[in-house]
């Protein structure tokens, strides 16, 4: 094993998946050229030229487009939005046209496609730049939806992403492109299967899933909590759709509690439906009602102080694991 | 051929008011000549993509009336098995990628597959219909932007029938002459009437050669008419009937049977044309009565591709 | 046509019942007056016989369950009827049950009632909204159900615990995983010394435990008691026991002084019938018969089988009487009718060794007479000390009934028919 950043991790996928597979290609604002606006894609026009690694004009519902009409046809297109935040005007060609023709088409097309880019509040950039994009891609079938909280995750579930058969939403951390973890070293080939979950942290008392940024602040805190004599599990999904809830299950089992934290905002979205499930799945189980702490139901403000009220804090994460512990 | 999308269509909107055709139904009576002529130009291998009024286009390229019928009536012997319905033909065998039912969102998968042509170095070119309606949103700008910036082999065929649903041209463009709005992305524009299915099908010809040639995409707006409503559900009432009376008079099938006895054919041998396109139709309508319901298994299964091999 | 069953109130005073076993199966063909359950009241163990003829279609109750009467328990119909709708209907709590239960049924019972028995079943149903409730309320607050996490609910399944004996210590009194633990830990718990504080073993009372419950704190509770003692000499009644227990030996029977005495309580109710009387509503019921009431222990409670007729009865055939039902009181197997309406009581502690004590009314009788033990004592006749055989009586008595002169007048003819045994045959 090595460390690497998040952001390298990501650039190793397609770097490697580009150089396996001709059908592999990168289109966005910003990928080429300018090395990616987040840099993700550094190096990677270099490497394959223009022909492969393409800059766009700023027009997420063309180049998306563009990207599902190659899929439909045998390309393996990765369409890099600047921040899922831009997604929305592409909302249509992801939903309407990626996560149906091959139905439409009575399985005779498939989509190939990834869409990928940072996905989250950054650090001050206000409302309409800080969706958790999750939720709104969760809702359709016929897509995935994958979001890695570790490099190790990013790179293994990316290659993954690029090699499956239907259209990804592959949301990922803006705030994390600069995390480093442990990573295979190279020439290790490692594919993370989409659909999942993994064990983060192992612990007897309670049980806490978690993906994306609060990945770390939940954590922390469960480092916090086991000063206190609480040993927290903590699971990472990783992938969103399909949800894999085998191993929440096996573990609230063991803890008979359990506390899911996420960016998201708290109305429905993958935080509700894995709540939900586990009400049904583990319900004999349970030694006290499900929780969640949620980014707070507002828009996010711009301001620094209010921000972080906002987002999951360690706080709220270990106030929500005593309630379920019913301890004080 | 123009004369089995005719019956067909008049067989469809007959058992749609039956009910055996649930949905949306848009027909394509009037515009006959430019399906005909636009499948004459194109190879096997070329793709084509057009909107919810997509029946004449799939006929014309060979899909057998019995899939289309069956796919109304929602059928598993549908061409899409009954999941797509009027709107969402599918022959991918024929190059034929799809009936889309947003309007402007399958402008821009048309550049895609241009772009598949252009990256792999195939010889296949793209055509994509749509409605002079469609010119107004944004994703007909994303894609033409796109297909002119990166001279993709494709072919933008406006069927400019007057009318976007119940609004006419004047309400809806300060523009007379669409075509122009190619210039803006840097791509040849045409221009001409459609009702002449030996006129569309030689302009057409040009625009495709030039794709097929790497010179880019081409705007084609062809001038036509829909003698029906947008949909079934449309009275059409927008529209006076003296107006559709006189363009009645510019009827492709019509022209086309004139000029054939022009041309000294035998009468009786058009009649017994139309009499053995009318025993397919009928054929096709008993077929797709007669096919079993679309299933929930192959919708089950179809969600999602199946992985592996990629 | 198919009908519910309900549970058929066996005695005046069951409030509830518990189904001990099912005599007939799903399947099985019943005639009138077949046994189909046994059901342990507060009295005894009763025959629950069918009112219908026809076959039992379902069984709703499973062995052990307590429910109270006309609780919906079976369907009984023809062979092969559709019963869904009659399920529904069980299971809606609506269903009206049939039988001789439902038309004895008088004051509390109600629709409601058996409602409120089938809520175990439902009331999981309305848990969550019980969760959001917001504010500090006890379990009892929640309609009196158990609040529990699905957690613990689970648990106390599979390790047959009673989760009313549990003590909560969630939010809302919730009982959560850690109070089943600590409970299960007690219960189970051998004594580990090192000064560790057991917690009580708590034990859900029998039907017949809170029977008794209810009636002796209704007794005292209503009941205004006074108690009159008397010591008796109980030599010439010992004596007459000796003599007859000889001439019984033939026939290989013997009588107890218990069995004199309480012929000897007879023939005095008979000499003061003001004390045979019973207080009802605004009336007073003087008795025409004397049954006595025997008060029998038995292992988990105490039951009052009666002696009919006791003054006109033979001492062996009383002693024959009194062994048969003490006998079948301890099977809990007394018909209902034997063990309801007597007329007086008598309580006999003296095996014990108890001198004396009070006991407490049974009503609708208005007095008890409680029997201690013989005592040796030093008496003096004709100016010698002799050893004496004596005995304490004391009545417990309804002052709205009996007033003290009346109760002393019948003690003192006990004692003399008691001191002078040939009294009883005048």
Not at chain 2, 197 to 220: C, H, K, M, S
Not at chain 3, 169 to 177: A, D, F, N, W
């Amino acid at each position: 094993m090595r460390k690497l950043r998040y952001r390298e991790a990501l650039r190793e996928a397609m770097f490697e998946e580009m150089e396996r597979d001709d059908r592999v290609f990168l289109m966005g604002e910003e990928v080429g050229h300018y090395q990616g606006a987040y840099k993700v894609s550094e190096g990677l026009l270099d490497k394959y030229g223009e022909r492969r690694v393409i800059d766009t004009p700023i027009a997420e519902a063309g180049f998306a487009g563009v990207g599902i009409g190659a899929a439909m046809v045998g390309l393996r297109p990765i369409i890099e939005f600047m921040t899922w935040n831009f997604s929305f005007v592409a909302f249509d060609q992801i939903i309407s046209n990626a996560a149906k023709v091959h139905q439409m088409s009575a399985g005779e097309i498939q989509v190939p496609i990834v869409f990928r880019g940072p996905n989250g509040a950054a650090k001050q950039v206000s409302s309409q730049h800080s969706h958790s994009a999750a939720p709104f891609y969760t809702h359709i079938p016929g897509l995935y939806v994958v979001q890695p909280s570790t490099a190790r995750d990013a790179k293994g579930l990316l290659k993954s992403a690029i090699r499956s058969n239907n259209p990804v939403v592959f949301l990922e951390g803006e705030t994390l492109y600069g995390v480093a973890g442990e990573v295979p070293d190279e020439g290790v080939e490692e594919l993370i299967p989409i659909g999942e979950s993994r064990l983060a942290r192992a612990g007897a008392d309670c049980t806490i899933v978690t993906w994306g940024r609060p990945y770390y602040t939940v954590l922390a805190a469960a480092e916090k909590l086991a000063a206190q004599g609480i040993e927290c599990e903590v699971i990472d999904p990783r992938t969103l759709r399909p949800l894999d809830t085998a191993l929440m299950v096996q573990s609230l089992k063991k803890t008979n509690r359990c506390v899911v934290v996420h960016e998201h905002w708290p109305y429905g979205g993958p935080g509700a439906e894995i709540v939900d499930r586990l009400q049904r799945e583990a319900f004999d189980y349970l030694d006290a009602p499900l929780e969640r702490v949620t980014g707070l139901d507002v828009p996010m403000p711009y301001a620094l102080n209010l921000e972080d009220t906002v987002l999951p804090t360690e706080e709220r994460v270990i106030d929500a694991v005593k309630r379920v512990s019913y301890a004080k | 051929m123009m004369m089995v999308i005719r019956r067909f269509e008049e067989e469809a909107a007959r058992h749609y008011a039956k009910g055996n055709i649930g949905g949306f139904l848009h027909l394509y009576i009037g515009q006959e000549a430019i399906a005909v002529a636009a499948t004459e130009v194109l190879e096997d291998r070329d793709y084509i993509f057009q909107t919810y009024r997509d029946h004449g286009i799939a006929l014309a390229r060979g899909m057998p009336a019995n899939a289309a019928m069956a796919e109304l009536f929602g059928k598993d012997t549908g061409c899409s098995r009954g999941l797509g319905g009027s709107m969402h033909f599918f022959d991918v065998e024929r190059g034929f990628l799809g009936g889309w039912g947003i309007v402007g969102g399958h402008l821009a998968l048309a550049a895609g597959t241009a772009f598949k042509s252009k990256y792999a170095g195939e010889d296949r070119v793209t055509m994509c219909f749509f409605g002079e309606g469609s010119t107004n949103i944004g994703g007909f700008h994303e894609a033409m932007s796109l297909a002119g910036l990166w001279k993709l082999p494709v072919v933008f065929v406006c069927e400019n029938n007057q009318y976007a649903m119940g609004t006419p041209l004047e309400r809806t463009s300060p523009l007379k002459d669409l075509s122009i709005k190619a210039k803006g992305y840097g791509m040849v524009g045409d221009r001409f009437e459609g009702h002449d299915v030996e006129v569309v099908q030689e302009r057409i010809a040009e625009a495709v050669a030039r794709a097929r040639a790497g010179d880019g995409p081409t705007f084609v707006e062809i001038q036509t008419y829909r003698f029906r409503g947008h949909s079934m559900s449309d009275p059409a009432k927008y529209r006076s009937r003296t107006e559709l009376e006189q363009r009645k008079q510019q009827d492709p099938v019509a022209l086309v049977r004139e000029r054939l006895l022009g041309l000294g054919v035998d009468e009786n041998a058009l009649d017994d044309i139309d009499l053995e396109v009318d025993e397919e139709i009928d054929a096709a309508v008993r077929f797709a009565d007669e096919s079993a319901p679309a299933r929930e298994e192959v919708m089950m299964s179809t969600v999602l591709a199946p992985e592996g091999d990629s | 046509m198919a009908k519910i069953i309900g549970l058929p109130k066996l005695s005046p005073t069951m409030e509830e019942g518990t189904l001990v076993a099912w005599t007939k199966k799903e399947g099985d063909e019943v005639d009138v007056d077949d046994l189909l359950a046994e059901v342990e009241t507060d009295k005894a163990t009763m025959e629950f016989r069918s009112f219908d003829r026809g076959v039992l279609l379902k069984i709703l109750v499973r062995e052990g369950e307590t429910l109270e009467p006309n609780v919906p328990v079976a369907i009984i119909g023809k062979a092969g009827e559709d019963i869904t709708d009659l399920l529904a209907e069980v299971a809606a709590g609506t269903g009206a049950a049939t039988g001789a239960a439902a038309g004895a049924a008088t004051e509390s019972e109600s629709a409601t009632e058996s409602v409120a028995a089938t809520e175990s079943v439902a009331g999981t149903a309305a848990e969550s909204t019980a969760e959001a409730a917001a504010g500090e309320a006890t379990a009892r607050e929640f309609g009196g159900r158990v609040i529990s996490s699905p957690l613990v609910r689970r648990l106390a399944r599979e390790k047959s615990i009673d989760l009313g004996a549990v003590q909560g210590s969630g939010p809302h009194g919730r009982i959560v995983k850690r109070d089943i633990e600590s409970y299960a830990n007690g219960v189970g718990a051998v004594h580990a010394g090192g000064g560790e504080r057991l917690p009580p073993r708590v034990v859900k009372a029998s039907s017949m435990r809170r029977t008794i419950a209810r009636r002796l704190t209704e007794s005292t509770q209503t009941i205004p008691h006074y108690y009159l003692t008397i010591d008796v000499d109980i030599a010439p009644l010992a004596d007459a026991r000796k003599a007859m227990n000889a001439e019984l030996e033939a026939v290989g029977k013997k009588v107890s002084l218990n069995d004199l005495i309480i012929k000897a309580a007879a023939v005095a109710l008979r000499r003061v019938p003001a004390v045979n009387a019973s207080w009802i509503g605004k009336e007073i019921h003087y008795h025409q018969v004397v049954d006595i009431s025997i008060a029998v222990a038995i292992d988990d409670g105490l039951m009052t089988p009666v002696v009919r007729d006791a003054d006109r009865k033979g001492v062996a055939q009383i002693a024959q009487e009194v062994h048969d039902l003490a006998a079948r009181a301890r099977d809990k197997k007394l018909e209902l009718e034997e063990m309801t309406n007597g007329t007086f009581s008598i309580s006999n502690l003296g095996m014990f060794g108890i001198e004396e004590f009070t006991a407490v009314i049974n009503p609708p009788e208005a007095a008890i007479l409680a029997v201690g033990t013989i005592r040796n004592e030093p008496v003096v006749e004709d100016g010698t000390f002799l050893t004496g055989r004596r005995m304490r009586f004391t009545m417990s008595c309804d002052h709205r009934v009996i007033d003290g002169a009346t109760g002393a007048k019948f003690m003192a003819a006990f004692k003399r028919i008691v001191e002078s045994p040939l009294n009883m045959l005048l």
